[in-house]
T-cell receptor
Framework: NAGVTQTPKFQVLKTGQSMTLQCAQD?????MYWYRQDPGMGLRLIYY???????DKGEVPNGYNVSRLNKREFSLRLESAAPSQTSVYFC?????????????FGSGTQLSVL | AQSVTQLGSHVSVSEGALVLLRCNYS??????LFWYVQYPNQGLQLLLK??????LVKGINGFEAEFKKSETSFHLTKPSAHMSDAAEYFC???????????FGSGTRLQVQP
């Protein structure tokens, strides 16, 4: 029962480097999300995918791109990392994306951009 | 815009004492409301959710929350704190017309022996 799996768990980048955060869920969920968590600001939505083949911007999409590769996988890409993107990133999924549904979270990726 | 505000970024209680974590929401229509908990180095887990079926909602680990429309509040309580309750707690709201939750800034609960 893996649930939502994120890789890597930790990453250090230099300004301007690119990287992709991977997320996979094994619960056959339709909807997937990327959040970032910063001290004192809670979790802010970066992008979400209501279903396979669709993606939508959240509150803070600038500097990020996403790909819903298939129903299981939803990746987040930083094309040119900036220090402001230092954060903890969480991937989440839900069964059908209904507004009263439970979200299942991965354990997070701690990213530092120097 | 619909939002949630958590009052108090840090709360400290003694083991066995009442836990009260405050959450107020801003919404023109009754929203769906949630409390999530995050233990150190882990993702968030759902504690409980309000979906208009009942104003007093019971969750896991002895927590409960009461929806009060007149006060636009959804405070989280537990009668007796346990050391294992030490974590960060997030109130969240499901905005109308959006399919993703809006989270509050979080409250870190410390439990003293």
């Amino acid at each position: 029962n893996a649930g939502v799996t994120q890789t890597p768990k930790f990453q250090v980048l230099k300004t301007g480097q690119s990287m992709t955060l991977q997320c996979a869920q094994d619960m056959n969920h339709n909807s997937m999300y990327w959040y970032r968590q910063d001290p004192g600001m809670g979790l802010r939505l970066i992008y979400y995918s209501a279903s396979e083949g669709t993606t939508d911007k959240g509150e803070v999409p600038n500097g990020y791109n996403v790909s819903r590769l298939n129903k299981r996988e939803f990746s987040l890409r930083l094309e040119s990392a900036a220090p402001s993107q230092t954060s903890v990133y969480f991937c989440a999924s839900s069964e059908a994306g209904a507004t009263n549904e439970k979200l299942f979270f991965g354990s997070g990726t701690q990213l530092s951009v120097l | 815009a619909q939002s949630v505000t958590q009052l108090g970024s840090h709360v400290s209680v003694s083991e066995g004492a009442l836990v009260l974590l405050r959450c107020n929401y801003s919404s023109s229509v009754p929203p769906y409301l949630f409390w999530y908990v995050q233990y150190p180095n882990q993702g968030l887990q759902l504690l409980l959710k309000y979906t208009s079926a009942a104003t007093l909602v019971k969750g896991i680990n002895g927590f409960e929350a009461e929806f009060k429309k007149s006060e636009t509040s959804f405070h989280l309580t537990k009668p007796s704190a346990h050391m294992s309750d030490a974590a960060e707690y997030f109130c969240a709201l499901s905005p109308t017309g959006r399919r993703a939750l809006t989270f509050g800034s979080g409250t870190r609960l410390q439990v003293q022996p």
